[in-house]
C-alpha cells in the first residue's frame, strides 16, 4: 500500500513511525514544506531567552534519519498545493527546483498543521515585524534582536505572547503587550487574569488592553505602531495573535471542514472522504465535555492524533479517546494551568454552573508559604459534576492541573474529589489537598 503524508511535523511522523512499526510492505511518502521535520515548537520562546541552547535540541529526528533508518521517503521543501480525491493524486511544487511534482496514493494523511493569522494590517511589510512558529522563524527574531533593539510590541496575549513577553523581558528589553481584549490569556477567567496582569506589572510589562492594531509607520522599518487608542514607538514588533490552520488547498475537494475551517474528523482520524485521514493543528479534536469537535492546537493533541491515524491507516483499528482542554504555561515566577472549561465555555454550552475559588499553598500552612495558588473549580450546580479548574501559582500547579483532567476525563463529580487518596507530607501538601478544599466547600 501506497501512503502519502502531508506534513513532517508532530503529527505526520508520528503517523509514520506507527505505521513502520505497525506494518510491513507499504510505501511512505512524506511531503514537508520547510527543511526540518520533527521538532518541539513549543520549546521555540526558550531559545531565545537562552533557557534553550539551540534550536537544534528541538529537533527530535532529520529527514535522513527518517530516509535511512526507517525507509520513510521524505521530500523536503515540497508543498501539496492540490488533492484530486477522484483520482487518488496530489499535485504540487518542490521549492528547491520550482518543478511541479504529483504523487499518487492509496491512502492519505494530512497533517499540514497551522499558520500564525497576521492581519491586514497597514505596513506590515515593513522590517522588524516578526510571527513565531517555525525554527527558521525564531533564527530571523534572534539575528534582528542581536541589534540595537529596545522597545518591543507584542500584539496578543495567549500562549505565544506571554512566553515571549517572559523571554524578551530576561534578554533586558522594554516590553509591551496590545490586544484588543480586555485581558490577557482569554483561556482563563477574568478574575483569575487579573493575577497575570499582576505579574506582567511587576515585570515591567506595558500592557494596553482593549485596544486594535491598526497600522504600522516606519521607513524601510518599523518605528511606531498606531493603535484606535494611541500611536507606540517601537524597534521590534512580534504578531502573537492565534493561528488559522492550513487547510485552505483543500477547497472543492468535498473534505468537510468546521470549526475554524480545521477538518472535521470522526474517532478514529478519517475525514468524509474514504482513504483520506487528517491529524493534528489542521484536524479538529473532540472534546469529551463539549460532546463535539473542537479546535484546540497543541503538540500533545498532534502526537496523540498522529499515532492514532498512523494505526488505523493499517487497520490496526484505534480510537482517538477526545481531550478535555487541558493546558500549562509559565509566565515569570508563576504556573498558569487550566483544564476543561471556563466559566465563559460554561455559559456558552448553556450548562447551568456554579464555582468555588479558594487561596491556598503548595505544601502544609505551618511548614512553608511561599508557594501561594489560587485556585478555582467550575462545576455543574444541577449534576455536581466536575467541569473544570484554572489554578495560577508557583510550586505544585501543574501536578493539580493533571489531577483535575484526570477527573474530567472519567467524568467525575466534584464530591467525589475529596474521596481521592492524594499523596501527602507537609513539603508537599496539606492533609487536604488544596482541589480537596475547595471541593467541601462547593
Not at 197 to 225: D, K, P, Q, T
Not at 324 to 330: E, F, N, P, Q
Not at 419 to 437: E, G, H, K, M, T
Request: net charge negative; hydrophobic share 35%; proline share 3%.
Amino acid at each position: 500500500m501506497k501512503i502519502v503524508i502531508l506534513g513532517g511535523d508532530a503529527a505526520g511522523m508520528s503517523a509514520a513511525m506507527q505505521i513502520v512499526r505497525n506494518s510491513e510492505g507499504n510505501e511512505i511518502v512524506v511531503f514537508e514544506k520547510g527543511e526540518i521535520t520533527s521538532y518541539g515548537q513549543c520549546g521555540l520562546p526558550y531559545v531565545v531567552s537562552g533557557d534553550v541552547k539551540s534550536t537544534d535540541d528541538l529537533i527530535a529526528r532529520e529527514p535522513q534519519t527518517f530516509r535511512d533508518k526507517y525507509g520513510i521517503d521524505v521530500r523536503t521543501s515540497h508543498e501539496v498545493t492540490k488533492v484530486d480525491c477522484d483520482h487518488k493524486v496530489v499535485y504540487g511544487v518542490d521549492h528547491k527546483t520550482s518543478q511541479e511534482v504529483e504523487e499518487s496514493y492509496d491512502r492519505l494523511l494530512i497533517a499540514t498543521g497551522a499558520s500564525p493569522i497576521i492581519p491586514p494590517w497597514e505596513g506590515r511589510q515593513l522590517e522588524g515585524i516578526f510571527s513565531l512558529k517555525t525554527i527558521p522563524d525564531v533564527q530571523a527574531i534572534m539575528n534582528d534582536l542581536n541589534h540595537s533593539i529596545e522597545k518591543v510590541t507584542i500584539i496578543g496575549g495567549g500562549y505565544i505572547g506571554l512566553e515571549m513577553a517572559e523571554s524578551l523581558v530576561t534578554l533586558g528589553k522594554k516590553v509591551r503587550i496590545i490586544d484588543r481584549g480586555a485581558q490577557l490569556a482569554k483561556i482563563f477567567d477574568e478574575d483569575m487574569a487579573d493575577l497575570i496582569h499582576e505579574e506582567a506589572e511587576r515585570h515591567g510589562i506595558e500592557l494596553n488592553l482593549g485596544e486594535s492594531v491598526e497600522e504600522f509607520r516606519g521607513g524601510h522599518r518599523v518605528e511606531s505602531i498606531v493603535t484606535d487608542k494611541g500611536e507606540y514607538e517601537t524597534d521590534f514588533v512580534l504578531a502573537a495573535t492565534g493561528v488559522n490552520p492550513n487547510t485552505s488547498f483543500l477547497e472543492g475537494t468535498g473534505i468537510s471542514k468546521g470549526v475554524q475551517d480545521s477538518i472535521s474528523v470522526n474517532a478514529f482520524m478519517e475525514t468524509s472522504i474514504m482513504d483520506i485521514y487528517a491529524a493534528g493543528d489542521c484536524a479538529a479534536q473532540y472534546h469529551r465535555l463539549k460532546q463535539k469537535l473542537d479546535y484546540l492546537p497543541l503538540g500533545t493533541h498532534a502526537n496523540k492524533q498522529g499515532q492514532v491515524a498512523g494505526l488505523n491507516m493499517v487497520n490496526k483499528r484505534k480510537a482517538f479517546q477526545g481531550v478535555v482542554g487541558t493546558s500549562i504555561l509559565k509566565f515569570f515566577d508563576l504556573t498558569l494551568g487550566r483544564t476543561g472549561l471556563s466559566e465563559k465555555e460554561a455559559a456558552s454550552e448553556y450548562i447551568p454552573y456554579d464555582t468555588i475559588s479558594i487561596s491556598s499553598t503548595h505544601a502544609a500552612g505551618y511548614y512553608s508559604k511561599k508557594d501561594p495558588m489560587t485556585l478555582k473549580l467550575i462545576y455543574n450546580k444541577e449534576s455536581r459534576e466536575l467541569l473544570g479548574t484554572q489554578i495560577i501559582g508557583h510550586a505544585g500547579t501543574d501536578k493539580r492541573v493533571d489531577v483535575i483532567a484526570t477527573a474530567l476525563y472519567h467524568h467525575m463529580t466534584i464530591d467525589e474529589l475529596a474521596d481521592l487518596d492524594l499523596a501527602y507530607a507537609p513539603p508537599y501538601n496539606s492533609v487536604w489537598d488544596p482541589i480537596q478544599q475547595a471541593a467541601r466547600r462547593a
